[in-house]
């Protein structure tokens, strides 16, 4: 089990290392270090603040024993992080408006590392826009297409 100590001091981090933004305003920043938690002898967190007025977060940056050699911890990533918007061309929203979110949230949890989630959510974002063009061209068939499974039904059958 991990413990948690406050610092008066960070003097002991590398500074080469020290995380020079902020993952949820994504603005560049020096954030305040407020405690250290170790995860175990290889691993552990720092709990920052950003100072940006608009922003105020708390994140962290998650720090593993360097792979490479002993030259001390390597800053592996920062979370949590803002939440990405991607944005389409307009004639693709107004074809399928669902299809934005839908791969945002599947963006977003790609983002989180949630590598087993974000390609469901890709796929259902691609399902969406093919279904809704599809009925875009084919208005009469859009209960059929809207019932269908993709592969088998809609695109075998047009």
């Not at 994504?26 to 967190?45: D, G, N, T």
């Not at 709990?47 to 608009?54: A, D, I, K, R, V």
């Not at 792979?67 to 929203?93: A, C, M, Q, T």
């Not at 669902?98 to 796929?123: P, S, T, W």
Request: include cysteine.
């Amino acid at each position: 089990m991990g413990n948690i100590q406050f610092y008066d001091s960070f003097d002991m981090l590398p500074t080469d290392t020290l995380p020079d933004y902020c993952p949820v305003c994504m603005k560049s920043v020096h954030p305040e270090y407020i405690l250290m938690h170790h995860i175990s002898s290889e691993s552990h967190e720092l709990l920052c603040h950003c100072p940006n007025g608009e922003c105020g977060s708390l994140f962290f940056a998650v720090y593993t024993e360097s792979p490479f050699d002993n030259s001390g911890d390597w800053l592996e990533h920062l979370y949590p992080h803002n939440k990405y918007i991607k944005d389409f061309p307009k004639e693709v929203i107004e074809v399928s408006p669902e299809f934005k979110e839908i791969y945002n949230q599947a963006y977003h949890a790609e983002k989180e590392q949630l590598d087993m989630i974000c390609g469901v959510g890709y796929r259902k974002a691609l399902e969406h826009l093919i279904k809704d063009y599809i009925i875009d061209l084919y208005p009469d068939k859009e209960e059929t297409v809207k019932v269908s499974i993709l592969y088998q039904n809609v695109l075998m059958n047009i």
